[in-house]
C-alpha cells in the first residue's frame, strides 16, 4: 500500500514540523521540536508508488539518482530526497520555514542594512530562509542584478525592482569557480553562495573586495 504523502505533509505542517522520515515497510516518523512522534496510521512498503502519485516519475528518477527536489504543497515548501537502508528505500522530507515578509523585524537586520550599505563584502548566514529573504529584499529595494549559485534550489526567487538569477549546480554550472565567472560576466552587484564547497577562499574575498557576497556554507562541506 502506496503511504498517503499529501496527508503526512499536511501533518508535518499542522505540527510545525521539521522534517519527516519514511522509511519501507514501517511507520512514518516527524520531529516535532526535537522530538520524535511516530504515526501510527502511515505505514507503507509502496514509498516510490507514493512519491510518483504526488510528484511524478520523473521526480522519481531524479530522487532514485540522489538529487534534492523542491516542492510547495498547500503553500509550504518541502524539500525530499531518498536514501536506501538494510529494508529498502527511505524517503526524508523537510519542511521548509516560511520567508521573512518584513526582514526589518529579524534580529540580524541591522547588520544585514550594514552590509547592503557598503556595497562590498561578505555576510555568512545559517538559514535557508533569512538567505532567500534577503535576496527578496534587494531585489525589492535596489534596481541592480542578483546572481545566487546553489548546490539545490530551495526557495525559487522572484524578481521585483531587481533581477534575481538562480543557478544550480551541475545544471547551470559545474564549478563554483564558473558559476563566478558567469555571474562577473554580466557585473551582479550581489553573488550568493548557497551550500557549495569553497575550495579557494581567496576567490571569494577577493570579490568581495568589490561586490556584495552572502554566504550560506554547507557545514559537512567545510
Known amino acids: ?25 514501517n511507520f512514518p516518523r516527524i520531529l516535532v521540536k526535537n522530538q520524535w512522534k511516530i504515526i501510527e496510521d502511515g505505514e507503507s512498503s509502496d514509498i516510490t508508488g507514493a512519491i510518483k502519485e504526488l510528484l511524478g516519475e520523473k521526480t522519481l528518477e531524479d530522487l532514485e539518482n540522489g538529487l ?3 516542492h ?32 526589518s523585524g529579524h ?8 552590509w547592503l550599505k557598503t556595497n562590498h563584502g561578505i555576510l555568512t548566514i545559517h538559514d535557508q530562509a533569512l538567505y532567500a529573504s534577503i ?32 543557478k544550480e549546480l551541475g545544471e547551470h554550472f559545474t564549478t563554483l569557480e564558473d558559476g563566478l565567472r558567469e555571474a562577473l560576466k554580466i557585473k551582479a552587484s550581489l553573488i550568493a553562495i ?24 554547507d557545514e559537512l562541506l567545510s
Do not use: C, H
Not at 1 to 25: C, F, V
Not at 107 to 114: D, P, Q, T, Y
Open 1 to 25: 500500500m502506496s503511504a498517503n504523502l499529501p496527508k503526512l505533509l499536511r501533518t508535518l505542517g499542522q505540527y510545525e514540523a521539521d522534517l519527516l522520515i519514511l522509511p519501507s515497510g
Open 68 to 70: 534534492e527536489i523542491s
Open 72 to 103: 510547495e504543497y498547500n503553500a509550504e515548501r518541502f524539500i525530499f530526497s531518498m536514501q536506501e537502508n538494510q529494508v529498502g528505500k527511505v524517503l526524508l522530507v523537510q519542511r521548509l520555514k516560511p520567508l521573512w515578509n518584513d526582514l
Open 107 to 114: 534580529k540580524a537586520f541591522a547588520s544585514i542594512e550594514k
Open 135 to 166: 535576496l527578496k529584499y534587494f531585489s525589492q529595494n535596489r534596481s541592480e542584478s542578483a546572481v545566487s549559485l546553489e548546490r539545490s534550489i530551495k526557495y525559487p526567487a522572484k524578481s521585483f525592482m531587481g533581477l534575481i538569477e538562480q
Open 194 to 217: 548557497n551550500e557549495i564547497k569553497i575550495s579557494r577562499p581567496e576567490i571569494i574575498q577577493k570579490i568581495a573586495t568589490e561586490k556584495l557576497i552572502l554566504l550560506l556554507p
